[in-house]
């Protein structure tokens, strides 16, 4: 049973049970609500400074989670920015240089995004530096990359040409390189035919009668027949402003209008045209201007090379 008081009324000497009112009945409820209020919020802040909540628990172990993901890809990214650097360096140093393009300005390299703050949403957390960090670390890769890919699409374009280019100029020997070498280019006090003065403007060959003459770079035939003095005469138009000539042959195996590739049977060597003796004439002219065939080959391989080159070349012509 609840305690209860009493007191004696003297006025009719009998006890009564003393009643509270109301109003101080309600000041000790608050109160009492306040102390059990007070006690179990200084209970639970001594036991959560002691032992933690289990959602505290939870939230710290997520934090450290993703600082220990923000650790790993700090160190992918650290690795990506490297091969980049190492991308760059070989862009500038090696490619360009070889395919001699000029190289890739740092203005845009280094370009930026100026202006707008992109990393707003990323600010007012306690880790927003290091997420902001990371942040400019992953748009400057993705940047860099974009030039980078841009740069090395560049590359292969001009890589083909450079291809297209180098299998299209006049780099070997028109014939076997045993050959003895007649005159070049030089001017001639008398011709050895019509004993007049005048410029000899390519190299003679001296061959036996009939030897193979061989296409010196891919390119189309644009003559093909007699050509005065050449005699029976080919010419060839390799582009990027070459052109090769073979004068004085007994046998022409091409026509006017076809593609020939470098290593290409075209003719046989004769004497036709103004010519002392079985010989050939072969001459490159770039833009017009009259080279020594001598620069575009040389003579160090020996007759088994040299076939072998041209079986080769011509095995890739078939493939192709």
Same mark, same amino acid.
């Given at each position: 049973?609840?305690?209860?008081?009493? $007191?004696?009324?003297?006025?009719?000497?009998? $006890?009564?049970?003393?009643?509270?009112?109301?109003?101080?009945?309600? @000041?000790?409820?608050?109160?009492?609500?306040?102390? /059990?209020?007070?006690?179990?919020?200084?209970?639970?802040?001594?036991?959560?400074?002691?032992?933690?909540?289990?959602?505290? *628990?939870?939230?710290? =172990?997520?934090?450290?989670?993703?600082?220990? !993901?923000?650790?790993?890809?700090?160190?992918? @990214?650290?690795?990506?920015?490297?091969?980049?650097?190492?991308?760059? =360096?070989?862009?500038?140093?090696?490619?360009?240089?070889?395919?001699?393009?000029?190289?890739?300005? !740092? +203005?845009?390299?280094?370009?930026?995004?100026?202006? /707008?703050?992109?990393?707003?949403?990323?600010?007012?957390?306690?880790? #927003?530096?290091?997420?902001?960090? $990371?942040? *400019?670390?992953?748009?400057? @890769?993705?940047?860099?990359?974009?030039?980078?890919?841009?740069?090395?699409?560049?590359?292969?374009?001009? *890589?083909?040409?450079?291809?297209?280019?180098?299998?299209?100029?006049?780099?070997?020997?028109? %014939?076997? /390189?045993?050959?003895?070498?007649?005159?070049?280019?030089?001017?001639?006090? *008398?011709?050895? /035919?019509?004993?007049?003065?005048?410029?000899?403007?390519? =190299?003679?060959?001296?061959?036996?009668?009939?030897?193979?003459?061989?296409?010196?770079?891919?390119?189309?035939?644009?003559?093909?027949?007699?050509?005065?003095?050449?005699?029976?005469?080919? %010419?060839?138009?390799?582009?990027?402003?070459?052109?090769? +000539?073979?004068?004085?042959?007994?046998?022409?195996?091409?026509? %006017?209008?076809?593609?020939?590739?470098?290593?290409?049977? @075209?003719?046989? +060597?004769?004497?036709?045209? +103004?010519? #002392?003796?079985?010989?050939?004439?072969?001459?490159?002219?770039?833009?017009? =201007?009259?080279?020594?065939?001598?620069?575009? $080959?040389?003579?160090?391989?020996?007759?088994?090379?040299?076939?072998?080159?041209?079986?080769?070349?011509?095995?890739?012509?078939?493939?192709?």
């Amino acid at each position: 049973m609840p305690h209860r008081k009493y $007191f004696l009324d003297l006025s009719d000497l009998q $006890f009564k049970r003393v009643r509270l009112p109301w109003k101080s009945k309600l @000041i000790r409820s608050i109160l009492w609500i306040g102390a /059990v209020v007070v006690i179990s919020w200084g209970y639970g802040a001594a036991f959560n400074k002691f032992f933690g909540s289990r959602k505290n *628990k939870m939230l710290t =172990q997520e934090i450290e989670s993703i600082k220990l !993901e923000y650790s790993l890809l700090g160190r992918q @990214i650290n690795n990506s920015i490297k091969v980049l650097d190492g991308l760059e =360096q070989s862009d500038a140093q090696r490619y360009r240089p070889i395919l001699d393009m000029t190289p890739v300005p !740092e +203005t845009v390299r280094k370009m930026g995004s100026g202006g /707008v703050n992109k990393y707003a949403d990323l600010e007012g957390f306690d880790n #927003s530096d290091l997420m902001v960090s $990371f942040q *400019k670390k992953v748009d400057d @890769i993705k940047n860099r990359t974009t030039i980078q890919y841009q740069s090395f699409s560049t590359i292969e374009d001009r *890589k083909n040409e450079w291809k297209r280019e180098m299998e299209h100029l006049p780099m070997i020997s028109p %014939v076997n /390189v045993i050959y003895r070498l007649g005159d070049g280019i030089k001017f001639r006090e *008398k011709h050895p /035919v019509l004993g007049t003065p005048q410029w000899h403007h390519g =190299q003679d060959i001296c061959t036996p009668y009939g030897s193979e003459v061989f296409a010196t770079g891919s390119g189309k035939v644009i003559q093909a027949g007699w050509e005065g003095g050449f005699g029976n005469c080919i %010419v060839i138009d390799h582009g990027y402003g070459y052109r090769s +000539t073979y004068g004085h042959l007994s046998n022409i195996k091409v026509t %006017v209008g076809i593609n020939v590739k470098r290593g290409d049977l @075209i003719g046989l +060597t004769g004497s036709t045209g +103004t010519s #002392s003796g079985p010989h050939l004439h072969y001459q490159i002219d770039l833009y017009g =201007q009259y080279k020594n065939p001598l620069y575009y $080959f040389n003579n160090d391989l020996t007759e088994n090379e040299y076939f072998d080159m041209i079986q080769s070349l011509t095995a890739q012509s078939k493939l192709r």
